[in-house]
DNA sequence: GCAGAACGAGGAGTACTTGA
DNA sequence: TCAAGTACTCCTCGTTCTGC
């Protein structure tokens, strides 16, 4: 005997279905006279004759249509307030929110203005840089000629120089002739927006020229006093550096000791310009930018200490010639 | 005499490199 | 991967000089 298992709907498929069956718009009989109207329906056979039992039935049918048409009509419009009550926001909110698309349409539209418009700035760079980059390859062929030429002057080769500009294609030209045309080429002024001079180096200021790359990680520094050590690094090298003081007065911790010349106020105060720069890029509040420029003269005096020491500890572990290629480095 | 400045030296902390 | 070594930075302290 084996017992047929029944597929029982569950509970959601039980909702859905309910769902579904209330949707359909049943005849609702709302009174007693039209549920009689039905049930004659069914018993109208032995009671009217024929003809008249087929007009009854029809307007019967007709009456009973036209009930479900109102029921259906009655059922629609009562689901279309329901749904309407559960979907409309309130106006205010509406408002709210149209407003709030046009301000983001409106933000939109400025971006995009901007965004052309540093867009055009970008094409103007690069077409500049492309200028730039051409009239730098003339630089560097002009430069090969000039080494060429003064190596072989040095050499006391002019004789075959002059044989090998009279037989050969090379377009080397007298010293004087080389230069003057070039130099008037670059006449035209440079755009000032333009840090970068010099072809590759920035122009810090006082006459101070940085190479571009080096001074792009200079900037990424992390610390400010670590800003200022690779910056002056950079400007004077580790061998200057150790010679010197920043102040240019001797030392007040050992007695009897010689003064060494000073730093370059000039570029010490370019150090400084550049860190104040990096400060106020930074935001930083104009007391913060003061008493971290007052530390720029320790910095310097802690780089030239640290680099003392190390020379002196590369000369105590190994011989003067390794030690002065290390403080090379 | 005192406060501030400049410099040197020592040491702690941290990041990086190197070898097992 | 990790420990040891190295290099570097930064802070602190001591010494001396200078100006008030």
Same mark, same amino acid.
């Given at each position: ?132 980059? +051409?009239?730098?390859? %003339? ?6 000629? &000039?080494? /060429?030429? #003064?190596?072989? *002057? $040095?050499? =006391? ?20 002739? +080389?230069?003057?045309? %070039? ?6 002024? &440079?755009? /000032?927006? #333009?840090?970068? *001079? $010099?072809? =590759? ?24 006093? %670590? ?10 090298? #580790? ?91």
């Amino acid at each position: 005997m084996s017992r047929r298992k029944q597929t029982k709907p569950s509970p959601l498929e039980d909702h859905d279905m309910d769902l579904e069956i209330s949707r359909i718009p049943a005849p609702y009989m709302e009174s007693e006279e039209e549920e009689r109207l039905l049930q004659d329906d069914c018993e109208y056979h032995s009671e009217t004759s024929e003809r008249e039992k087929k007009s009854t039935v029809e307007s019967q049918k007709i009456s009973l249509l036209e009930l479900m048409k109102k029921q259906i009509t009655v059922k629609r419009q009562r689901d279309f307030l329901d749904s309407d009550e559960e979907s409309v926001v309130s106006y205010k909110l509406y408002q709210e929110l149209q407003d709030s698309y046009v301000m983001l349409k409106k933000r939109l539209r400025e971006k995009d203005v901007i965004i052309a418009e540093k867009d055009t700035a970008i094409r103007k760079l690069s077409e500049k840089c492309r200028r730039m980059s +051409v009239e730098l390859d %003339k630089i560097r062929q002009l430069n090969i000629c &000039l080494q /060429e030429q #003064l190596f072989l *002057k $040095d050499d =006391g080769m002019q004789t075959q120089h002059t044989m090998y500009t009279e037989n050969t294609e090379c377009s080397y030209e007298p010293y004087e002739d +080389v230069l003057d045309p %070039k130099v008037t080429e670059f006449e035209e002024p &440079l755009p /000032e927006d #333009l840090v970068e *001079k $010099d072809f =590759g180096r920035v122009d810090l200021g006082h006459g101070v020229l940085l190479d571009n790359q080096k001074w792009k990680a200079i900037q990424r520094m992390d610390s400010h006093s %670590k800003f200022c050590k690779s910056l002056a690094v950079a400007i004077w090298g #580790l061998e200057t550096l150790k010679e010197r003081s920043v102040t240019g007065s001797k030392s007040n911790a050992i007695k009897g000791s010689v003064a060494k010349p000073p730093l370059s106020p000039e570029k010490v105060g370019v150090i400084r310009e550049c860190l104040k720069d990096r400060l106020q890029q930074r935001g930083y509040q104009k007391e913060e930018v003061d008493g971290q420029l007052r530390l720029v003269r320790r910095f310097l005096s802690e780089k030239i200490c640290d680099i003392k020491r190390k020379v002196s500890i590369n000369l105590e572990g190994t011989s003067p010639s390794t030690s002065s290629q290390v403080s090379q480095t």
